[in-house]
């Protein structure tokens, strides 16, 4: 069973365009992240949420828009996309929010932006 | 910076050696965490050390926290070519995040 499970896995669009990264948890957990890793393989937080509520909004583009409808998704809305935002991004998931719990990761969804 | 850095950045080395990576970082922390990521997949969780811990293993690593030079290490033993993958180590320094450093990229020759 996927524990956290992230679609799409590829995605390759044009410059301008809206895309969604759809993102579930099969866990229970409270938390879900969105974390974003570029091409030096440097991994960075983007969104976390805790039973729905927003507690971590690192400085991202307002482009960038999460939503979480239940706490076992969250999904990624990116608006005008632009070539720097070609990375992979990664969902993730934790007990709850407390710094030290360990973090599941789903498998990726890579965006190209050509 | 609050992040980890890892050294070296990458690591080559003969299937059946120890590979040793380590992780220094700047701030007090509360616990310290260290990931693997296979080619193209996610990061899988690995091991949690808290700051109050020396040493912790799990089958063949084995890892240490310095906590007065703020430095820690992963040693995975008898290596074998499905280890090649990067390691991250990732920080708690009390906060709700988690912060992930770089990696370093392992390679083991079969």
């Known amino acids: 069973d996927t524990a956290v499970s992230q679609t799409p896995k590829y995605l390759v669009t044009q410059m301008g365009n809206d895309k969604s990264i759809k993102c579930e948890q099969n866990l229970g957990h409270d938390t879900m992240y969105w974390y974003k890793q570029d091409s030096k393989k440097f991994l960075k937080i983007m969104f976390s949420?805790?039973?729905?509520?927003?507690?971590i909004n690192e400085t991202v583009p307002n482009r960038f828009s999460p939503k979480s409808p239940d706490k076992a998704h969250l999904n990624l809305h990116i608006n005008s996309l632009e070539l720097g935002d070609s990375a992979v991004y990664f969902c993730?998931?934790?007990?709850?929010?407390?710094?030290?719990?360990?973090?599941?990761f789903g498998e990726g969804s890579w965006l190209t932006v050509v | 910076s609050q992040q980890g850095e890892e050294d070296p950045q990458a690591l080559s080395i003969q299937e059946g050696e120890n590979a040793t990576m380590n992780c220094s970082y700047k701030?007090?922390?509360?616990?310290l965490q260290w990931y693997r990521q296979n080619s193209g997949r996610g990061l899988v969780h690995l091991i949690l050390i808290r700051s109050n811990e020396r040493e912790k293993h799990s089958g063949r690593l084995r890892v240490t926290l310095d906590t007065s030079k703020k430095s820690s290490s992963l040693l995975i033993t008898a290596s074998r070519a499905a280890d090649t993958a990067s390691y991250f180590c990732a920080l708690n320094t009390g906060g709700f995040k988690t912060i992930f450093g770089a990696g370093t990229r392992l390679f083991v020759k079969a």
């Open positions: 701030t007090s922390i509360n616990n």
């Open positions: 949420y805790n039973n729905k509520e927003l507690i």
């Open positions: 993730a998931s934790s007990l709850d929010f407390f710094s030290g719990n360990t973090i599941y």
